[in-house]
Every structure is written in C-alpha cells, then in structure tokens.
C-alpha cells in the first residue's frame, strides 16, 4: 500500500515537471526513474542461523589400557648368582639355610606358607624319587612312574626352559607341596611350596608365576 502511495505521488509529480522548462523537465524525469526503482524493491529480511555449542564428550577409557598398566606391581626380580626369578612382592624373607639359595614365607587364607628354591649336584636321585620324598613329607603314599606321568604336568618358563610342575595335597592331614623341577646338565633345581590343603590353592598363581619366571 506505502509503494502504491509513493507511486501515485510521483506520477501527480512528473506531470507537473512536463509544464517546467525542459532542463528541469530531464532532471525530474531522472530522479523519478530513481524513485520508482527504489519503491520497486521489496525489502530483505536476512536470516542468520545459530550454531548450536557442540558437546563436549569424553573418551571412555581402553579396557585393555587399564589392564596393562596396574598400579601395584605383583613381583620383582630377583637374581641370585647365575638363576634369576621373580618374587610375588606377598611374599617375605623366610629362614635361611645352607642349601636354600632363596627363602620366602607367605600369609595365606590365614595359613603360613614356607617356599624355597635348592640347587643339588647331579640328577640328584632322579625326578621319581624326589617326587616320592615330598610325597612322605605331606602323609602319602608313593607314585610309580605311570602315576607320576599322569599327575605331573610339563611346563615352560618364560624363556623357554622345560620344567616340570606337580601338586601334591592330602587333604585328611590337610597338607600339600607345590613343586617345580628342572633338570638340567650338571645339576637339578627344586622350587618348593609347602602349606595347607585347605589354602594351597590360594598361594598357586603366586607360585607358578615364581615357577615359570626362573632363567639360567
């Protein structure tokens, strides 16, 4: 309606120019060309658009990172003369003795356990009757050599050295041995974990992790 208006007045202008001298006449001719473009234009209206604020999002952490990277370590190294092994840090100085070349005691499930690591010269009697000897000391009977095989197992440390690993637990007289046998050229190497029937198994972990960490 306004552009209408605006329109109407400058027609009623320009025919009142057409009576005025002819410079005058040019110059209003040119400014109502002017007019009419203006009044011809509608207005714009710009739109502007808000960015919404991104999210912040935090990074779920790796599983597999949190379990790479423990805050307690469970073992330290330990090196005595030419045999490295790793100590589960549960584990304290136990008593010494002449043939003991390390000597631990643990706390387990309220039971005292009493571990040792012994070089012997030689076969030193042979795996059967090494086996046998731990077997009278917890109130068992002794294996043959097929009963031996079938209740030992054949393991290896992490560097690759064959060993072989038993458990021997009489529950009536609630006493066990965990052991490690390794047999090498010249001599043979006994790791020893002596406690309860009852708390054996709860010591086991820490004990082949000491078992399967011994380096020559």
């Not at 949190?66 to 304290?92: H, N």
């Not at 066990?176 to 086991?204: N, P």
Request: a negative charge; proline letters at 5%; aromatic letters at 10%.
């Amino acid at each position: 309606m306004k552009s209408n208006h605006k329109l109407s007045r400058i027609r009623r202008w320009l025919y009142s120019a057409n009576s005025s001298p002819q410079p005058f006449r040019l110059a209003a001719v040119l400014f109502s060309l002017f007019l009419l473009t203006a009044c011809s234009e509608e207005p714009q209206v710009t739109q502007y658009k808000e960015d919404k604020p991104k999210e912040e999002t935090q990074a779920t952490p790796d599983p597999m990172e949190r379990e790479a990277s423990p805050d307690i370590a469970r073992s330290a190294q330990v090196q005595t003369g030419e045999i490295g092994f790793e100590k589960p840090v549960a584990w304290s100085e136990g008593r010494s003795s002449s043939m003991r070349i390390a000597s631990y005691s643990a706390d387990v499930g309220g039971d005292s356990a009493d571990i040792s690591l012994v070089k012997l010269a030689g076969p030193a009697g042979g795996l059967l009757a090494n086996v046998n000897r731990w077997r009278g000391q917890v109130g068992l009977g002794d294996f043959d050599a097929a009963s031996l095989a079938s209740a030992s197992e054949s393991r290896k440390t992490t560097s690759g050295e064959d060993y072989i690993y038993v458990e021997l637990v009489n529950p009536e007289g609630n006493q066990a041995i965990l052991g490690g046998i390794y047999e090498r050229r010249g001599f043979t190497l006994f790791a020893k974990y002596s406690s309860t029937a009852d708390s054996v198994a709860e010591g086991k972990a820490d004990f082949l992790t000491f078992c399967d960490s011994v380096k020559f």
